[in-house]
């Protein structure tokens, strides 16, 4: 519920501050001295059009700040702390702020927040029925919404059981318009894969295949020059055996230093573990040595086969270039891979088209069933709503009223179900039941809205209703009635009330005054909450046009006695 209000700036509003109670509220004043800037303060806290015009003159902004006590448990609460924001010891701290250029800001639970974050809030908050607000009554999803929440727990399981029909019954037709619409494309699809793959299957390269041949291709192309620089290194190491005379080699100098070595080794051990070195040096030379006339014996320049290595080569660069990124041929074996499943799953689509029509006429319908069920169930709560309208009509200065709720199937599915739902008014008797834009004027439509919150009070009601002027062409007995019916709605939420009738503001727990106050060129308004005595002079005021009548006075009191016994 909304414990408190504080308002600067809006409209006659200088600043004001509104302590609300959990039960009936209601807000009086004389004409002009700010009351409809109470509820236009309460619209702007739950989301309201921020309009600048709004914003006193010579005022930078107005500001609305409201402290709301929510349920702990409840969704409100973990929307704000999805926002960021925090609770103060289970209270909800939420700003509104207009600039007089129309920039809008507002804050929840501390944190900077869209606009957006406080409509939906509202939605568990309040229900704000003023003359523009009752607009949404007639819009057909408000219609069928208020009846679904009227049916209550009758409806939960059927529209489960719908909704999951429902759901799955898109997804399977979103899958066969894709499969069906695109069929051309998926086949054009597949014939280039089935292309690809066969010109991959008639190459049939190898993993790291276009590596190895890459280094073949080098050594066949320069054969004759690595032949022939193992052929001179082996003659370095060793010598040319087919020589005329033996020249200087490595393996024969190393063996001379050696020697040279090893006859004075037992004098000294440092040149005995350096003659030992250049023994291993001269086994490691003779291996290179060895090793050096195999791999000139190996090195054979074979010109057709190196045209065998550069023509495959070619052939695994072209696959390359259009199925491996340029890259090699293990990307061109992952697009194959890749390629070959894409392509068995295309060729499953045509099973799969058949799979999905089934599955779609079986839920087509289950969903005719389901839908038929949501209507006989609204059928039923349609007959009981409008009967419990309708009573409350009566005692609403509006007995021969007539209210229909008509459930129409279309044929059409949607999220919720395959009705269309209209609340129709017939206001006179003998005349036909219209829809509520036809049937029924600005009063009439606050009360129609009255009514159906008094029919839903205790059926999961929100925590705070407002109505602004629900009272609008009503008088005497009618307006006793109307108090009591606000009176009965606060039993099980809270209820502010914009009123100038004394016989509904007489019902109210607590009674706001709206008073104004002229200091020559500026007239500002402020908030008092009156006690039995202030009540009394407000009530007699609003009654006989003077507060301090003796004569209102005791209607007052009267008002006020009739009041208390009804509560």
């Known amino acids: 519920m909304v414990d408190e209000v504080r308002i600067q700036g809006l409209g006659v509003i200088d600043e004001a501050v509104l302590e609300l109670s959990p039960g009936f509220n209601v807000v009086t004043g004389?004409?002009?001295?700010?009351?409809?800037?109470?509820?236009?303060?309460?619209?702007?806290l739950f989301g309201g059009r921020a309009d600048p015009q709004r914003v006193r003159p010579g005022a930078?902004?107005?500001?609305?700040?409201?402290?709301?006590?929510?349920?702990?448990?409840?969704?409100?609460?973990?929307?704000?702390?999805?926002?960021?924001?925090?609770?103060?010891?289970?209270?909800?701290?939420?700003?509104?702020?207009?600039?007089?250029?129309?920039?809008?800001?507002?804050?929840?639970?501390?944190?900077s927040v869209p606009v957006s974050l406080l409509i939906n809030l509202a939605d568990d908050l309040v229900a704000v029925h003023g003359q523009s607000d009752q607009q949404r009554l007639l819009q057909a999803g408000r219609q069928r919404a208020a009846l679904d929440r009227y049916a209550g727990s009758s409806l939960t399981k059927p529209m489960r059981a719908y909704t999951r029909t429902y759901q799955r019954h898109r997804q399977v037709t979103a899958l066969l318009d894709e499969l069906t619409t695109r069929s051309r494309e998926r086949a054009q699809e597949a014939d280039i894969l089935r292309f690809g793959l066969e010109e991959i299957e008639k190459v049939d390269p190898r993993p790291g295949e276009d590596v190895e041949l890459a280094a073949e291709e080098e050594r066949l192309g320069h054969a004759d020059a690595l032949r022939g620089a193992a052929d001179s290194a082996h003659e370095a190491l060793l010598g040319d055996p087919a020589a005329a005379f033996e020249a200087a080699n490595v393996v024969s100098l190393l063996g001379s230093a050696r020697n040279a070595l090893d006859a004075v080794r037992d004098h000294d051990p440092e040149l005995a573990a350096l003659a030992d070195r250049l023994a291993e040096a001269g086994y490691l030379v003779s291996d290179v040595a060895t090793d050096l006339a195999a791999y000139a014996e190996s090195v054979d320049a074979d010109p057709a086969r190196l045209a065998a290595v550069q023509e495959r080569r070619a052939e695994l660069t072209a696959l390359v270039r259009k199925y491996g990124d340029g890259e090699s041929v293990d990307?061109?074996?992952?697009?194959?891979?890749?390629?070959?499943?894409?392509?068995?799953?295309?060729?499953?689509?045509?099973?799969?088209?058949?799979?999905?029509?089934?599955?779609?006429?079986?839920?087509?319908?289950?969903?005719?069933?389901?839908?038929?069920?949501?209507?006989?169930?609204?059928?039923?709560?349609?007959?009981?709503?409008?009967?419990?309208?309708?009573?409350?009509?009566?005692?609403?200065?509006?007995?021969?009223?007539?209210?229909?709720?008509?459930?129409?199937?279309?044929g059409e599915f949607g999220p919720y179900g395959a009705d269309e739902i209209e609340v129709r008014?017939?206001?006179?008797?003998?005349?036909?039941?219209?829809?509520?834009?036809?049937?029924?004027?600005?009063?009439?439509?606050?009360?129609?809205?009255?009514?159906?919150?008094?029919?839903?009070?205790?059926?999961?009601?929100?925590?705070?209703?407002?109505?602004?002027?629900?009272?609008?062409?009503?008088?005497?007995?009618?307006?006793?009635?109307?108090?009591?019916?606000?009176?009965?709605?606060?039993?099980?939420?809270?209820?502010?009330?914009?009123?100038?009738?004394?016989?509904?503001?007489?019902?109210?727990?607590?009674?706001?005054?709206?008073?104004?106050?002229?200091?020559?060129?500026?007239?500002?308004?402020?908030?008092?909450?009156?006690?039995?005595?202030?009540?009394?002079?407000?009530?007699?005021?609003?009654?006989a046009g003077l507060a301090d009548s003796e004569l209102g006075r005791a209607h007052a009191e009267e008002l006020l006695d009739l009041a208390a016994r009804d509560r």
């Open 30 to 44: 004389e004409t002009g001295a700010g009351k409809t800037m109470v509820v236009t303060s309460l619209g702007l």
């Open 60 to 111: 930078e902004r107005a500001t609305v700040e409201g402290r709301i006590v929510v349920d702990p448990g409840g969704r409100v609460v973990d929307r704000v702390e999805e926002a960021g924001g925090e609770l103060d010891d289970g209270t909800l701290i939420v700003q509104r702020s207009v600039s007089a250029e129309g920039r809008s800001r507002a804050y929840v639970g501390g944190r």
């Open 331 to 410: 990307q061109v074996l992952e697009w194959a891979r890749a390629s070959a499943a894409r392509l068995t799953e295309l060729d499953s689509d045509d099973d799969r088209i058949e799979e999905l029509r089934a599955e779609h006429a079986e839920l087509t319908e289950r969903l005719e069933t389901d839908a038929a069920e949501l209507t006989s169930v609204r059928g039923r709560a349609s007959e009981r709503f409008s009967k419990a309208v309708t009573a409350e009509l009566a005692a609403l200065a509006m007995p021969h009223a007539r209210v229909e709720v008509s459930v129409t199937p279309t």
């Open 425 to 543: 008014l017939a206001p006179h008797p003998g005349s036909p039941a219209l829809p509520l834009h036809k049937g029924a004027s600005g009063g009439e439509l606050s009360r129609v809205m009255l009514a159906i919150e008094v029919v839903f009070a205790g059926a999961d009601p929100v925590p705070t209703f407002v109505f602004d002027e629900v009272d609008a062409g009503v008088g005497g007995k009618a307006a006793v009635e109307i108090g009591r019916r606000l009176a009965r709605l606060a039993r099980n939420a809270q209820v502010i009330v914009v009123t100038h009738l004394p016989q509904v503001a007489a019902f109210a727990d607590q009674h706001l005054l709206v008073e104004k106050s002229s200091d020559g060129l500026v007239t500002r308004s402020g908030v008092t909450a009156l006690d039995r005595e202030g009540r009394v002079r407000e009530l007699s005021r609003m009654l």
